[in-house]
């Protein structure tokens, strides 16, 4: 089974640092965001990894080459222009060669285990990662009389989940993808709506997408402590 990793963005939230370097190869406590998923996904079995490339790919290049360096192997699908997720994931279908894969965005820095995705897929076409939304703020807690109580930096907000841009998919489903497009506004609607398509709730994962150098900095300080 191939890992396919959607590594093609502009990243122009990031900018200035994404001038010169892609958006999957900036570095977080001391490693490039790509370097990090794929131990991720070597850790639980993948050898074999399609980076999904547009923007800056020869960076890409000349940094992981064909894997062998990190133990694996990596065939390169490139974009010429930008594609969107669901046709990233199309224009990869000559190297998906098996009944099911694992997709992932670029900028995701997790430690999430990818089986109760497969698992999910006996009744599904495709299944998707979920992980509790965090506040973008800290929260301030007060009481009846107006008195501040606490502070809360970020809490998760209860009941409320968000894509962590994690999935399992069947190859079958390559068929209908759209040549262009987001996945998230084309394909899953459609599967929701048929019934095939099945969430999976992370709640006890580290999960962080990289977005902004706010997000770069976050993560930089939880990982340089050793989480």
């Known amino acids: ?36 998923q794929i131990e991720w996904l070597r850790g639980q079995g993948f050898s074999d990894f399609v ?17 062998r360096r990190l133990g694996v192997r990596i065939f390169y699908s490139v974009e010429e222009e930008p594609l969107g997720t669901a046709g ?50 800290g929260i301030v807690e007060f009481d009846e009389l107006g008195r501040v109580v606490s502070f809360r930096e970020k809490p998760v907000l209860g009941g409320y989940f968000i894509n962590a841009g994690v999935y399992a998919m069947r190859r079958e489903l390559l068929k209908v993808l759209p040549s262009r497009g987001n996945i998230e506004e084309t394909t899953f609607p459609q599967l929701a709506e048929r019934k095939r398509l099945k969430a999976v709730v992370y ?20 990982l340089g402590n050793g989480n």
């Open 88 to 137: 990233a994931i199309k224009n990869a279908e000559p190297f998906l060669e098996d009944d099911v894969f694992v997709a992932t965005n670029g900028d995701v820095v997790t430690d999430l285990p990818v089986k109760p995705l497969l698992e999910a897929l006996a009744d599904a076409d495709a299944a998707v990662a979920l992980v509790p939304l965090r506040s973008p703020y």
């Open 51 to 67: 980076l999904a490339v547009g923007y800056l790919r020869h960076k890409v290049f000349e940094t992981l080459g064909d894997g």
């Open 1 to 36: 089974m191939r890992a396919l990793i959607l590594a093609g963005g502009f990243g122009k939230r990031l900018a200035p640092l994404t001038n010169e370097v892609p958006k999957p190869l900036l570095p977080v406590a001391g490693k490039p965001i790509l370097v990090r």
């Open 203 to 222: 709640s006890d994962v580290f999960w962080r997408s990289i977005d902004t150098v706010k997000d770069l900095e976050e993560v930089e300080r939880i």
